[in-house]
């Protein structure tokens, strides 16, 4: 069954620097994703997650120097692919890669994506992904075993294994999203992917020389010592879902399990960060 959504819409003034110092203090909460506004933020969590003492912590709501006022509503379920058709426009990534839906003509790039994203997160717009995959053209990971962690539409895990990685496997905790990869992953003629539902928790003993994770601050914090678990020796890890501000704190975890930061791609303050195990 589809998750529901609570939809937290937030009016800010003054919205700059405002809407930014409250979509970092909500990213330290459950809230997923965030859409900025011209008046300020619509954040969006699960509905399971939402509680009536949620918001008791961001401090920028009771800072005297911003005015912010909220309302909150139920985002059922949609049919993501008319909404998506409506609106999505191809998109290319340093001419090499390119992500698009299957009624839009073939760009001439070494790699073409093809995915429908039903209503899974991860059509390629987003600054993160797009950020992850300028870091995987960059990548030698042919026969390179790959997890991609929060796989969303399997975009990343896809265009790993266009490129050579195998086995690949791609895990997300969103049924729908499961669901999304298994049949973007035949889409693509990348068959040999293995699509769980789950999190951290079912890795288990599996070690790989990839893993890319493109979540959030808070889940990445807590599923670090996971990944440096899993990775093999010179492995490489690939973490975005965060903000410039976060990289200290990321660093730090990271370095504590043996993971030595090597360089990041930053877009819109968004980041991903490329980190080898020692």
Avoid at 250 to 266: D, K, P, R, S, Y
């Amino acid at each position: 069954m589809a998750e529901v959504y609570a939809e937290y819409e937030f009016k800010v003034n003054p919205v700059n620097p405002g809407a930014e110092i409250l979509i970092a203090e909500l990213s330290q909460l459950d809230f997923e994703s965030f859409d900025e506004t011209d008046e300020g933020v619509k954040a969006y969590i699960l509905a399971s997650l939402d509680k009536e003492n949620l918001l008791d912590e961001v401090f920028i709501l009771n800072n005297p120097e911003f005015e912010i006022t909220y309302s909150v509503n139920t985002i059922e379920p949609v049919n993501w692919n008319e909404e998506w058709e409506k609106n999505f426009e191809p998109i290319e990534v340093d001419g090499i890669c390119s992500v698009r839906a299957p009624f839009h003509p073939k760009p001439d790039t070494d790699y073409d994506i093809v995915i429908e994203p039903k209503m899974s997160f991860g059509t390629g717009h987003h600054e993160t992904t797009h950020l992850m995959i300028k870091h995987l053209i960059k990548i030698d990971v042919e026969g390179k075993s790959t997890l991609d962690m929060g796989c969303g539409t399997g975009i990343l895990a896809i265009f790993a294994a266009l490129k050579g990685a195998k086995p690949v496997d791609a895990i997300d905790i969103d049924p729908w999203c499961f669901e999304n990869t298994v049949e973007n992953k035949s889409r693509n003629d990348v068959d040999f992917i293995k699509a769980y539902e789950g999190d951290a928790t079912m890795l288990g003993d599996t070690h790989y020389d990839l893993i890319i994770a493109n979540i959030n601050r808070n889940i990445l914090l807590q599923d670090i010592p996971t990944y440096a678990k899993c990775l093999n020796h010179e492995g490489i890890l690939l973490l975005s879902g965060f903000y410039t501000q976060d990289i200290p704190a990321i660093t730090n975890v990271c370095n504590q399990h043996g993971l030595n930061f090597i360089m990041n791609f930053e877009k819109n303050n968004w980041v991903a960060c490329k980190f080898v195990k020692n």
